[in-house]
C-alpha cells in the first residue's frame, strides 16, 4: 500500500492548477461539503445493524482522498474506457464504465405524483408550554426543544417547474420527537379542494396538464381545471384562496401555514379537545404581485428555494409560531354552526383564537437536496402520544396514501431507514427484510409474544409512553357513501372570505379569476365557474364576467352572511423588514461616500443592500457591484433606490433620446433602469432618490409626488424606507384603492 499521506504519489492532473481558497463574495457561492450531521447517523437504538461502531462510512461520497468504486478499489482513471488499443472497441470487463454508467442510468427516482417542486431546511421547534393543559405530547410540554425538517412545495408542477406560479403551497413539519416522529402534512391554505379523500385522483387529474399535449405545466389556468371546480362546488372556498394573493407567496418565509383538518389532542388525564393548527411567520404574510409573478418564473424559477436557501446561509433565520383554534370536543364535532369535519370550512380566528404554543425556527440549509428534500417522506398518520386523528373523510384517506405513494417513490417498504427519515426516538420494531433493508438484525423472534429473544419487545401501557388511540363512541348507523347535510353549503365561506379583503385585496381577485377563466377556451365551463361566482358575491360575478365579456348570471343559492373576519387580510397590518432585498442603482459617477453609509444603514437595518451598476466588478474600485443593468430585474428587489450623481446609462442606447423615451428636459437613461424602476413602480414597491438621482426616477416617468416615492438626503432615507416596507407595498398606488 503506498504511503497515503505523501501527494507526490497522486496522480497529477494535467492543465489543472492546484486548488485556490475561494473567495466568497455572494452568498450562493458553492462552498465546501458539510461535515456528516449528527442526526444522519443511525440513533444506537435503532434495530442493531452489527456494523462495529467506527465503521469506515460510505454516505459521504467525497470524505476521502481518492477515487474509489463503490465497493472501495482506489482508481486510476476515470476519463478512458478500457479498451482494446486506443481505436478498438471497449471491453466488456470495464468494471468501473459499468458500475459508473448503471449507477447513472437509475439516479432519478419518481418525483411525488403531487408536491413535486419542493424546498426544504432544518431547524428546532421550541414550546411554550401552553398546551400542555390539552395534549400530553412531550415535544409541546415547557421549553422542550425538538429538531424539525420543513418540506415546503408547489402542488401541481413537475419537480423542474417554477416557483412562483399561482398554486397552493405544501408547509410539510417533520418533528424528530423523543416519542416518535410527528407529521404535520399542511399547506398555506386552511382548506382543500374536496371533501372526500376519494375525489383526490379526480383533482389532480383535472389540475394537471392536459394528458394529450402534456400543456400547461404547473398551471390551474386551463380548462380541465376550471371543469372541475365548477362541478364539484366544495372546491370553490379554496380555489377563492388560490385566486388571491395567497396563492403567490413572496417567500416561502411570509407564507401562514395550515394543518386544515381537525385533530383530537388528549392530555394526561385522558380528557380531549378539538384542534386546528396554525403556523404564523414573524415576517408577516406577504404575496407577489401576478404580473411580478410571472416575470419571476421566467427570469429566476428558483425564485422560492433561492430565497430560503440565501435567508438561512445569511443568518436571517425564518421563524414560525406555531398555535393551536381549541374547541371541545362534543359529540357533534360542531363549533360555531361549523362542522370540524368538514376539510372545506374555517373556523373563523374572530371566533376561536389562535393560541401560541411554541416557535419554530428554520437555521440550517439541506447539504445535499436528494438525500434530504427527495427522500423526505411525510405522513398525516406519523403521530405521537397525545395527537390523534378524527374521523374528517379526507384525512382518513390520506392516512392510507402516503405510505402507499413512498412504495413506489422510495421503492420499498424500508423508507424509513433512509436518514432523514429515521426518528430521532429508539426504534424497536418487528418489521423484516424487504428491499433496501439497511438493518442487520440480530436475534430470533421477531414476533411478539416470544419466549426466545427473552420475550423481547414488550408492550407499554399508557403511563410508559404508549400511543393512545383514543376510545371516541362510533356512531351506530348504516353503511352508505353519502357527506352530512353540514358539508352542504359551499358558497358561505368563500363569500364571507371574499367580503373580509381590502379592496385592494378584492381587485387582485377579480382579476386572478378573469386571467384563469380567460385562458379557458370552453365558454360553458366559463359560463358554469360565473354562476358559482354570482353565488358567491354578486360584484365578484359582474367583474370577471365583463372581463371575459360574457354576461352575469344571477345567483341560484342564497349563501349565509357571516361577519367578515379581518384575520383574512393580508393588507393593513405592519412587519418587520428583516431580510428585504433593497436594489440601489449606482454608476461611476455616484458619490461612494454617500452609497458605503447608505449601505451601512441598510445593512444596520437588516435589510439586505444590492448594488445595481452599468457593468460588474468594483464601483469606483472600492464598492463591489452584485448586479449589473443585464442581470437585474425589479423583480429580485423590495425597494429600489437611485443613488445621487450620474445618469445611468450614459451608454444608453441612441433610440433612446430625450425626444423618444424621456420626458423633456430629462436625461437619457439606460432603458433597463426605466424597465427596473417603472416595474418597481407599477408593483408598488417603494423608490427613492436624492440629489441627481431624482431626474433618473423624472425620467422613467415616476411622479415625484406619487404615494411611496421618497426623495430625501441619503441619512433620512433608510428609516423612511423602513416605515414604507413594514407594510410591504405602497397599496395606495395601485388603481383601486385610489378609487375606493
Ligand atoms: Fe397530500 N399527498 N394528499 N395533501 N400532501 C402527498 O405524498 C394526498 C392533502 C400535502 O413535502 C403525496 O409523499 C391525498 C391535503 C403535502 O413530501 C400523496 C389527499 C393536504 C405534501 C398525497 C391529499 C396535503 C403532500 C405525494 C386527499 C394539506 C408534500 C408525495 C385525501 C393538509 C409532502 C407524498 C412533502 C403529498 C396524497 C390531500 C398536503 C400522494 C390522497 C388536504 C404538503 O401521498
Same mark, same amino acid.
Given at each position: 500500500m503506498p504511503d497515503q499521506s505523501t501527494p507526490a504519489n497522486e496522480v497529477p492532473i494535467p492543465g489543472v492548477p492546484a486548488p485556490q481558497a475561494p473567495s466568497l463574495t455572494e452568498p450562493t457561492e458553492p462552498h465546501d461539503p458539510l461535515p456528516p450531521k449528527p442526526d444522519q447517523d443511525a440513533p444506537e437504538t435503532v434495530s442493531p445493524t452489527g456494523v462495529p461502531s467506527g465503521a469506515p462510512k460510505t454516505s459521504n461520497a467525497q470524505s476521502g482522498r481518492?477515487?474509489?468504486?463503490?465497493?472501495?478499489? $482506489?482508481?486510476?482513471? !476515470?476519463?478512458?474506457?478500457?479498451?482494446?488499443?486506443?481505436?478498438?472497441?471497449?471491453?466488456?470487463?470495464d468494471h468501473h464504465l459499468r458500475e459508473k454508467i448503471t449507477h447513472f442510468d437509475h439516479e432519478r427516482i419518481p418525483?411525488?405524483?403531487?408536491?413535486?417542486?419542493? @424546498?426544504?431546511?432544518?431547524?428546532?421547534?421550541? @414550546?411554550?408550554? +401552553?398546551?400542555?393543559?390539552? !395534549?400530553?405530547?412531550?415535544?409541546?410540554?415547557?421549553?422542550?426543544? !425538538?429538531? =424539525?425538517f420543513v418540506r415546503f412545495s408547489t402542488v401541481l408542477g413537475s419537480r423542474g417547474s417554477?416557483?412562483?406560479v399561482r398554486d397552493t403551497r405544501g408547509f410539510a413539519t417533520k418533528f424528530y420527537t423523543d416519542e416518535g416522529t410527528f407529521d404535520l402534512v399542511g399547506n398555506n391554505i386552511p382548506v382543500f379542494f374536496i371533501q372526500d379523500a376519494i375525489k383526490f385522483p379526480d383533482v389532480i387529474h383535472a389540475g394537471k396538464p392536459h394528458p394529450d399535449r402534456e400543456i400547461p405545466q404547473a398551471q390551474s389556468a386551463h380548462d380541465t381545471f376550471w371543469d372541475f371546480v365548477s362541478l364539484h362546488t366544495e372546491a370553490q372556498h379554496h380555489t377563492m384562496w388560490n385566486m388571491s394573493d395567497r396563492g403567490i407567496p413572496r417567500s416561502y418565509r411570509t407564507m401562514e401555514g395550515f394543518g386544515v383538518h381537525t385533530f383530537r389532542v388528549v392530555n394526561a388525564k385522558g380528557e380531549t379537545s378539538l384542534v386546528k393548527f396554525h403556523w404564523k411567520p414573524r415576517? *408577516?404574510?406577504?404575496? #407577489? =404581485?401576478w404580473e411580478e409573478a410571472q416575470i419571476i418564473n421566467g427570469m429566476d424559477p428558483d425564485y422560492h428555494r433561492r430565497d430560503l436557501a440565501d435567508a438561512i446561509e445569511a443568518g436571517a433565520y425564518p421563524e414560525w409560531d406555531l398555535g393551536v383554534q381549541v374547541f371541545p370536543d362534543t359529540e357533534e364535532e360542531m363549533f360555531a354552526g361549523i362542522d370540524l369535519l368538514d376539510p372545506t370550512k374555517i373556523v373563523p380566528e374572530e371566533l376561536a383564537p389562535v393560541q401560541i404554543i411554541g416557535t419554530m425556527t428554520l437555521n440550517r440549509n439541506t447539504t445535499n437536496y436528494f438525500a434530504e428534500t427527495e427522500q423526505v417522506a411525510f405522513h398525516p398518520g406519523h403521530l405521537v402520544p397525545g395527537i390523534d386523528v378524527t374521523n374528517d373523510p379526507l384525512l382518513q384517506g390520506r392516512l392510507f396514501s402516503y405510505i402507499d405513494t413512498q412504495l413506489t417513490r422510495l421503492g420499498g417498504p424500508n423508507f424509513?431507514? %433512509?436518514?432523514?427519515?429515521?426518528?430521532?426516538?429508539? =426504534?424497536n420494531d418487528m418489521l423484516r427484510d424487504g428491499f433496501h433493508q439497511d438493518a442487520v438484525h440480530s436475534g430470533v423472534a421477531p414476533y411478539q409474544p416470544n419466549s426466545l429473544d427473552g420475550g423481547c419487545?414488550?408492550? +407499554?401501557? &399508557?403511563?410508559? *409512553?404508549?400511543?393512545?388511540?383514543?376510545?371516541?363512541?362510533?356512531?351506530?348507523?348504516?353503511?352508505?357513501?353519502?357527506?352530512?347535510?353540514?358539508?352542504?353549503?359551499?358558497?358561505?365561506?368563500? $363569500?364571507?372570505f371574499f367580503r373580509s379583503l381590502t379592496p385592494v385585496e378584492q381587485d387582485h381577485v377579480i382579476q386572478a379569476y378573469t386571467f384563469e377563466l380567460g385562458k379557458c377556451y370552453e365558454?360553458? %365551463?366559463?359560463?358554469?365557474?360565473?354562476? &358559482? #361566482?354570482?353565488? %358567491?358575491?354578486?360584484? #365578484?360575478? !359582474?367583474?370577471?364576467?365583463?372581463?371575459?365579456?360574457?354576461?352575469?348570471?344571477?345567483?341560484?343559492v342564497q349563501p349565509e352572511d357571516t361577519d367578515p373576519s379581518p384575520a383574512l387580510r393580508q393588507v393593513g397590518r405592519t412587519w418587520p423588514v428583516d431580510g428585504r432585498i433593497i436594489g440601489i442603482l449606482a454608476d461611476d459617477s455616484t458619490d461612494l461616500a454617500d452609497l458605503e453609509r447608505l449601505r451601512t444603514a441598510v445593512d444596520a437595518a437588516n435589510m439586505v443592500p444590492l448594488v445595481i451598476a452599468p457593468k460588474g466588478g468594483m464601483l469606483g474600485g472600492q464598492v463591489p457591484v452584485q448586479r449589473t443593468y443585464l442581470t437585474a430585474r425589479s423583480t429580485e428587489f423590495d425597494a429600489v433606490i437611485v443613488a445621487g450623481a450620474g445618469e445611468h446609462g450614459p451608454d444608453a442606447l441612441d433610440s433612446l433620446d430625450a425626444k423618444a423615451g424621456n420626458p423633456a428636459g430629462h436625461p437619457a437613461i439606460d432603458p433597463r433602469v426605466a424597465i427596473l424602476l417603472t416595474e418597481a413602480y407599477r408593483h408598488s414597491k417603494a423608490l427613492a432618490a436624492w440629489g441627481s438621482g431624482t431626474a433618473v426616477l423624472a425620467a422613467s416617468g415616476i411622479p415625484e409626488e406619487?404615494?411611496?416615492?421618497?426623495?430625501?438626503?441619503?441619512?433620512?432615507?433608510?428609516?423612511?424606507?423602513?416605515?414604507?416596507?413594514?407594510?410591504? $407595498?405602497?397599496?395606495? $398606488?395601485?388603481?383601486?384603492?385610489?378609487?375606493?
Open positions: 481518492y477515487l474509489t468504486t463503490a465497493q472501495g478499489a $482506489r482508481l486510476q482513471n !476515470t476519463d478512458h474506457s478500457l479498451k482494446a488499443g486506443p481505436r478498438g472497441p471497449v471491453l466488456l470487463q418525483e411525488r405524483v403531487v408536491h413535486a417542486r419542493g @424546498a426544504a431546511a432544518h431547524g428546532v421547534f421550541v @414550546a411554550n408550554g +401552553a398546551a400542555e393543559g390539552i !395534549t400530553r405530547a412531550g415535544f409541546l410540554a415547557k421549553d422542550a426543544q !425538538t429538531p =424539525v417554477a416557483d412562483t415576517l *408577516g404574510v406577504h404575496s #407577489l =404581485v424509513h431507514q %433512509i436518514p432523514i427519515n429515521r426518528p430521532h426516538a429508539p =426504534v419487545p414488550f408492550l +407499554a401501557g &399508557a403511563d410508559m *409512553g404508549a400511543f393512545i388511540d383514543v376510545p371516541v363512541p362510533v356512531a351506530e348507523s348504516r353503511k352508505v357513501r353519502q357527506n352530512p347535510a353540514t358539508f352542504d353549503d359551499h358558497y358561505s365561506q368563500p $363569500r364571507q365558454e360553458n %365551463i366559463k359560463v358554469r365557474q360565473l354562476q &358559482a #361566482l354570482a353565488n %358567491i358575491d354578486e360584484r #365578484l360575478c !359582474t367583474e370577471v364576467a365583463a372581463g371575459l365579456g360574457l354576461p352575469a348570471p344571477a345567483p341560484t406619487a404615494p411611496g416615492v421618497l426623495m430625501e438626503d441619503v441619512d433620512s432615507l433608510v428609516p423612511r424606507l423602513t416605515e414604507l416596507l413594514a407594510q410591504h $407595498r405602497v397599496w395606495e $398606488r395601485f388603481p383601486v384603492a385610489q378609487s375606493a
